[in-house]
């Protein structure tokens, strides 16, 4: 038997995998002791050698710079953004640019590109589903967060390629989440699905019908997740010790990967709890030679008001999206929540208002998008009984820049995908044979203030006046979000050649 097409979420803080068996059934590949979650972290240890998951992650506070985290918010980014400059205050691991204007990260004595990261966490999970299934594993689904761009669709595809793992689809992970709770349900309803993970916000309203899974409206925000919440502890208890010792820790690399770690703990723990302690000994030393510690605690009330703002952002996407979308809440039959974060209470509590009724538990908040790229990955088997039709959307608008720096949007936020357009360009002085279009995703009137995806160059048009030569640019948007373009002259309909300098992280 031909190997399975495996599922893959590919998370910011944690991957997944899973796969449909022989009868039909969906499942989750172990990884160990029957956890299902990889640790997306990689690190090269003090003797060189490569560490990935489980024991990446365990070795962090020793080795926090050269221990990769969070990576994915970082991919397919341009060196020079607001996104890499944040992640650069958050991160102790060193980013650096490429020749290309991507990122690179600095880890052992190497660089390496996102993309490479990316493809090691890939290979775990590949390893690890070969071992359980007994069989070579050389296909896979892979999920994104809808909010990604064509850029980190495409360096993730790349991941992909630098392992021999085809990515035979690119799906959203809202969208993911929506097949794990409706496939085969023959279900008609509309819903909301809340992602709020380790590193990134979505929200995706969509209507299922039956096999067909329409994404009416997404939106979200690629910089708001559980590490903005551990954060906010963080930031809480240095004000405290700053101010009771004077001292700052956040230039002492092992203290700031301590008090993450135990941020992060505290933080679940008050999804269960009302208080916990946060004890960190021996943090620093006083300038007398004293060692100084960390003694205070939190409870629930101090998170909430610690974090709210956070929540509250997210509230506020989830109503453009929901308007986006043309419905209101009482038009929605379920909200499904997804992503460690949305575990908190004051999550649910504020979904709730907003929808006049308590999230579903239709689905596991950590398993559901590793689950839905399974069951579609089925869907794609050669005589698969399963068959769905996604009908997705694009995140932001993708268009040109204009001589004066305005935006020329070609698509609009939530067009749907599949999708072609076509551009006519001229030439703007006698003799030109080049035409040199720079093409941006976003939703800012000026193209600079959004993403680059690259500049395209078409070569070899007919020398003639200016104005003379029609040139046709055509757009194409395929179903896994990611954008290709091609030209032609209008009066032969002759193809130009096209160059893409798009860089690859
Ligand atoms: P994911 O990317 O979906 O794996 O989500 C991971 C994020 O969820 C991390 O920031 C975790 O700290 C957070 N998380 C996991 N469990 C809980 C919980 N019970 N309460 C609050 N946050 C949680």
Known sequence: ?????????????????????????????????????????????????????????????????NTIYASKRLIGRPYRSEVVEKMRRLVPYGLAEDAHGGVVLKV??????????AARVLAKIRDVAQEHLHQAIDRAVVTVPAYFTDRQRQAVKEAGRIIGLSIVRIINEPTSAALAYGAGKKLHERVVIYDLGGGTFDVSVIEIRDRIFEVRATGGDMFLGGIDFDDAIIRHVLDGFRR???IDLTTDPVAMQRMKDLAERTKIDLSARREAPFHVPFVAMSPQGQPLNIETAFDRALLERLTSPLVDRTIAIVEDVLAASEL???????????????????????????????????????????????LYAHSLEENSPLRLQLLDVIPMAIGLERADGSFHVVFPRNAPIPNAKVVQATTSYAGQTELAVRIWQGDHARAGENELLGDFLFSGLRKGRKGEAQVEIIFDVNVEGILTMRAQDQATGKAIKTTIRVTQS
């Open 1 to 65: 038997m031909a190997a399975p097409i495996i599922g893959i979420d590919l998370g910011t803080t944690n991957s997944c995998a899973a796969v449909v068996g022989e009868a039909g059934e969906v499942k989750l590949i172990p990884y160990k002791g029957g956890d299902f979650i990889v640790p997306s972290v990689v690190a090269v240890d003090g003797r060189g050698r490569e560490l990935i998951g489980q024991e990446a992650k365990r070795q962090a506070q020793l080795n926090p710079l």
């Open 108 to 117: 052992g004595k190497s660089t390496r590109t996102l993309s490479e990261i």
């Open 244 to 246: 009771k010792h004077g």
């Open 328 to 374: 209101t809440a009482v038009d929605i039959d379920e909200v499904l929540l997804v992503g460690g974060q949305s575990r908190m209470p004051l999550v649910q509590e504020k979904i709730a208002k907003l929808f006049g009724k308590p999230p579903s538990k239709g689905v596991h908040p950590d398993e559901a998008v590793a689950i839905g790229a399974a």
